[in-house]
């Protein structure tokens, strides 16, 4: 994904300038020297208790320019105590103003010292540009800040609502992680791209980018094409008209763990797309609450196709080959792949020569189930011819043997 | 043949008790000083053929219980006469058969059960793929048509193919046969019933066969070339042929391997498959009826060969 620019308005951008030019004249009236006399490197410096400032670190920093009281907000009256707090939003208006609304400041109410602040991520004295590629908030560094923090055992004790270890770091195996970290590819999303960063909102707020219903607009930001297609179908117009149990984008293809359709590992490799398909598609819940047929998974399993599936032939059709992927539409809609209008196409991708009486036949049958006609009568046939054959050869094979061994006796 | 045994083992044990009085002949001489050496040297060259003569004993014995030519040989030795059951002809109809049928249910039973491990052991492990073992499926497909229309031209064109074809069709002698099997089992009866070339069980064995290969190469058929069909034929089909294979494999695992392979009588198994041959006392006591005929067949042809000797003897007297 390319890095797009923050929506800024001009004239906070404005603001922002002048306020920086202000404070950096302010400032320049000679405040870093007497700061430096205690924190500086200086024989006397090192004497005092105070913590020591590496210059060579600030030198190359993004506020190499800034003077020490642009950040830390010193109160000379209480010899600077609490000296602690620093004071990133005086320029950084709209990052402070996100972060205070973000669920890292409801945190500080369990544990304080564990919710990170601007410096956690962003360094101190070592602040780098966000497009600096040694940056620690860089596109590609960022992931190791939120990994270092969220897979922490002993933090996801604290904190509860926090997801399991692993989860989060299944991302550093995902097609997006390698493609990010291993492969180097700066388009690739970290996980800022798509959580939001300063303002990021947990996934059950309605504003949060991976609330269930803007997650498509989400993937859509780098996936714009599929985005669109899925918005039109059967799936995103019901996830839109508030259909909670529809499925969006993750519901399919996982979410930290993401691999690409052509990955065996991945939930929407052709193998796996019936067991993906049937978590809804198969569950009482789903198909109970809006009518559905039941047995869709069952007789594919039960179909050519299925078996094949089963072991593991990747060429075999699955429930995407005949409805659609992203496209999928009920089979009354002339967009529908299943539709009787494009039933031949559909079949034909396979199957050219299959005729035209073929593909209109009935799919989705059961031997197991009396509409199926034919194939059900056979079944209970053999059901019948089976069992009371197989019961004849054994009654009369023990027979004869009891008989040898009574002879022999 | 036990008695072959028993003779062999007291020969060994002759042997053996003769070496053992060698070596210890062997072992005073040794101790003799004055024995010369090349009485020694002959005496170990004595034991080491006479040990090497035992060890081939042995592996001959081995061998010949293995090897299916050994055990031709055997039988051939046998002064007993033999009976030709069935001729080459019909053996190599059997043989492609049993090929096919075997090469079929290996690549068929997976697809029945595709969730076992078995199944995808044979198919993804074993084949490489389900691409595979279709195109092999189809191959055992075609060795099982030619067998098809291999034996419906035997049976038309064969004169023993078409003796035995009438001797196959089932007569209401055969239920009565098997009715008293039945109370022989039951123990009502003191020997089960006489039978004839063809018993109830093997016409039985042989129309099962009939029908399975109708409903499996027509139902193949049909799954094969499905652009030739509609929907609903290619359904029923398939459940035909998957239920109707299901049934072969259990009816050849449990009622034909009980009788070529795991009876007593034949464990571990019958090789009349690869020879075709019968000796005197199996037909005496599986085919009485046919072994009476035979017999009668040569006795009166023996008698008439007599009368006709004695008629040119007279003739010319």
New interface residues.
């Given amino acids: 994904m390319a890095r797009r620019p923050t929506k800024m308005v001009w004239g906070k951008m404005v603001l922002r300038v002048l306020l920086t030019v202000i404070c950096a004249t302010v400032s320049a009236w000679g405040a870093r020297d007497d700061c430096l006399r205690c924190h500086g490197e200086s024989q006397e410096a090192r004497a005092s208790e105070a913590p020591q400032v590496n210059l060579d670190i600030l030198q190359v920093s993004i506020h190499a320019q800034l003077e020490c009281n642009d950040c830390h907000s010193v109160n000379s009256e209480l010899r600077h105590a609490g000296a602690g707090d620093v004071l990133c939003g005086r320029c950084h208006m709209d990052a402070a103003e996100g972060y205070a609304e973000s669920p890292h400041i409801e945190g500080r109410e369990v544990s304080a010292e564990d919710i990170p602040t601007c410096v956690t991520c962003h360094g101190g004295h070592d602040v780098l540009a966000v497009n600096d590629p040694d940056a620690s908030t860089n596109h590609r560094n960022s992931v190791t800040i939120c990994i270092r923090c969220h897979e922490d055992q002993r933090i996801k004790e604290k904190f509860e609502i926090l997801p399991e270890p692993g989860m989060i770091k299944a991302y550093e195996n995902s097609v997006h992680g390698r493609a990010l970290l291993i492969d180097g590819n700066l388009d690739a999303p970290a996980c800022v791209d798509c959580h939001g960063s300063h303002s990021f909102k947990p996934s059950d707020d309605p504003e949060s980018p991976i609330y269930k219903t803007r997650i498509s607009n989400t993937c859509g930001s780098c996936h714009a094409a599929i985005t669109g297609q899925y918005n039109e179908s059967l799936h995103g117009t019901a996830l839109a008209a508030g259909v909670q149990e529809s499925p969006t984008c993750t519901n399919c293809h996982g979410e930290h763990d993401i691999q690409a359709h052509g990955d065996p590992k991945s939930k929407v490799y052709s193998s796996n797309v019936p067991k993906t398909c049937s978590d809804c598609h198969a569950s009482e819940l789903v198909v109970g609450k809006f009518g559905l047929k039941a047995d869709r998974i069952a007789t594919f399993n039960e179909s050519?196709h299925?078996?094949?599936i089963?072991?593991?032939?990747s060429?075999?059709a699955n429930c995407a080959s005949c409805h659609g992927v992203h496209n999928i539409y009920p089979q009354s809609d002339r967009r529908s792949l299943i539709n009787a209008v494009n039933i031949e196409t559909t079949c034909g991708k396979c199957?050219e020569?299959?005729?035209e009486?073929?593909?209109?036949?009935?799919?989705h049958?059961s031997?197991k189930d009396k509409s199926?006609?034919?194939?059900f009568y056979?079944?209970q046939f053999?059901i019948w011819?089976?069992t009371i054959?197989?019961l004849g050869?054994?009654i009369y094979?023990v027979?004869?043997y009891?008989?040898?061994v009574?002879r022999v006796q | 043949m036990a008695d072959d045994r028993k003779l062999s083992e007291e020969k060994r044990a002759n042997l053996i008790s003769e070496l053992t009085e060698e070596i210890l002949d062997t072992a005073a001489s040794i101790a003799e000083p004055e024995e010369d050496n090349e009485n020694l040297a002959n005496m170990i060259q004595d034991i080491r053929e006479r040990l090497s003569f035992e060890v081939n004993v042995l592996l001959n014995e081995a061998v010949t219980k293995l090897s299916p030519r050994k055990a031709l040989e055997r039988i051939a030795e046998v002064p007993k006469r033999t009976f030709q059951r069935f001729g080459i002809n019909f053996r190599a109809q059997h043989t492609l058969m049993f090929v096919s049928v075997i090469i079929l249910i290996i690549t068929g039973m997976?697809?029945k059960f595709?969730?076992l491990g078995i199944?995808?052991f044979i198919?993804?492990d074993l084949m490489g793929?389900?691409?595979n073992s279709t195109l092999v499926h189809r191959v055992g497909a075609v060795g099982l048509i030619i067998v098809g229309v291999w034996h419906l031209g035997y049976i038309a064109f064969s004169r023993v193919g078409r003796r035995d074809f009438f001797l196959m069709i089932p007569r209401p002698r055969d239920i009565r046969d098997f009715f008293r099997t039945?109370l022989?089992?039951?123990?009502r009866r003191a020997s089960g019933p006489k039978f004839g070339r063809f018993s109830f069980i093997e016409k039985f064995d042989y129309w099962a066969v009939y029908w399975g290969m109708v409903i499996m190469i027509g139902s193949g058929i049909i799954m094969w070339f499905?652009?030739w069909?509609?929907?609903?034929?290619?359904?029923?089909g398939?459940?035909?042929h998957s239920?109707?294979g299901?049934?072969a494999t259990?009816?050849i695992v449990?009622?034909h391997f009980?009788n070529v392979h795991l009876n007593?009588d034949v464990f571990p198994m019958s090789w009349v498959w690869w020879h075709g041959k019968l000796n005197e006392d199996e037909m005496k006591h599986h085919h009485p009826l046919e072994y009476a005929e035979i017999v009668e067949a040569e006795s009166r042809e023996i008698i008439e060969e007599k009368d006709r000797v004695a008629d040119t003897g007279s003739g010319d007297a």
């Fill in positions: 050519f299925g078996v094949g089963e072991l593991g032939a060429k075999f199957h020569d299959l005729p009486d073929f593909v209109r036949g009935a799919v049958t031997a199926s006609g034919g194939k056979v079944r053999y011819f089976i054959l197989i050869f054994v094979r027979l004869e009891k008989r040898r009574k | 997976p697809l595709p969730q199944s995808k198919i993804v793929g389900l691409e039945l022989f089992f039951f123990g499905k652009e069909f509609p929907k609903y034929l290619y359904d029923i398939r459940e035909a239920d109707e299901l049934l259990l009816a449990i009622w009980y007593p």
